[in-house]
């Protein structure tokens, strides 16, 4: 019996993968800009509780496996790990959830929503801005679900703004996290499978 969203046409090289695991990914890149990027990218990786994701990393990009409150609980980690005073970091992500190329493999064991990192972070709330384009597939009627993104900023208070091709956001840095695996989560339920891009910046020098 074919898998949730399986491909089975010969000529697509992911055909006869597909999942029927509630399993969200997210591939990303940390770019803190500073001559220590080095240990900043590495430092910040290591704080991350990853217990309740798969993590893999390679030269280009660090990919998160697992539910998709654990793959955000872990990005927002990530980010706040980073952090220092004064410096512009920029964090890149794609998540996905419903890819028909997915597949059973790379998954983690834990199965609940309770966050191990969220707690270890305090209160981590300098203001960070972010940028961020959703994608559901799979249906013609795409627009909606993207305007309720919209609506969900303006509901949480992160002061959303149109610009090409993505919307606007600041706000808290954990609040912007949350919002951002919110919009997830409500695309979840509109689309078998939808993408959403973000980039999430703080200490950036560009003057508004």
């Given at each position: 019996?074919?898998?949730?969203?399986?491909?089975?046409?010969?000529?697509?090289?992911?055909?006869?993968?597909?999942?029927?695991?509630?399993?969200?990914?997210?591939?990303?890149?940390?770019?803190?800009?500073?001559?220590?990027?080095?240990?900043i990218i590495?430092?910040?990786?290591?704080?991350?509780?990853?217990?309740?994701?798969?993590?893999?990393?390679?030269?280009?990009?660090?990919?998160?496996?697992?539910?998709?409150?654990?793959?955000?609980?872990?990005?927002?980690?990530?980010?706040?790990?980073?952090?220092?005073?004064?410096?512009?970091?920029?964090?890149?992500?794609?998540?996905?959830?419903?890819?028909?190329?997915?597949?059973?493999?790379?998954?983690?064991?834990?199965?609940?929503?309770?966050?191990?990192?969220?707690?270890?972070?305090?209160?981590?709330?300098?203001?960070?801005?972010?940028?961020?384009?959703?994608?559901?597939?799979?249906?013609?009627?795409?627009?909606?679900?993207?305007?309720?993104?919209?609506?969900?900023?303006?509901?949480?208070?992160?002061?959303?703004?149109?610009?090409h091709y993505?919307?606007?956001?600041?706000?808290?840095?954990?609040?912007?996290?949350?919002?951002?695996?919110?919009?997830?989560?409500?695309?979840?339920?509109?689309?078998?499978?939808?993408?959403?891009?973000?980039?999430?910046?703080?200490?950036?020098?560009?003057?508004?």
């Amino acid at each position: 019996m074919p898998k949730n969203n399986q491909t089975t046409d010969p000529s697509f090289p992911w055909t006869g993968c597909g999942s029927d695991a509630d399993l969200a990914g997210c591939r990303f890149s940390l770019y803190p800009l500073n001559d220590d990027y080095k240990a900043i990218i590495l430092g910040s990786l290591a704080k991350v509780d990853l217990s309740k994701v798969w993590a893999g990393t390679d030269a280009l990009s660090t990919v998160y496996r697992g539910r998709l409150s654990q793959v955000f609980d872990c990005l927002s980690a990530v980010f706040v790990g980073a952090y220092r005073p004064g410096l512009h970091a920029c964090l890149e992500a794609q998540t996905s959830l419903g890819c028909p190329g997915d597949d059973d493999a790379d998954r983690p064991a834990a199965t609940d929503d309770v966050p191990v990192n969220r707690p270890t972070l305090g209160q981590a709330a300098f203001p960070v801005k972010a940028k961020l384009a959703l994608y559901p597939l799979g249906i013609a009627d795409y627009l909606p679900p993207i305007a309720e993104a919209f609506r969900l900023a303006e509901k949480v208070g992160l002061n959303p703004r149109i610009v090409h091709y993505a919307t606007r956001v600041e706000g808290p840095v954990l609040e912007v996290f949350d919002y951002l695996g919110s919009v997830s989560a409500m695309a979840k339920g509109r689309s078998g499978h939808h993408v959403l891009t973000f980039t999430v910046s703080v200490g950036s020098p560009t003057q508004e």
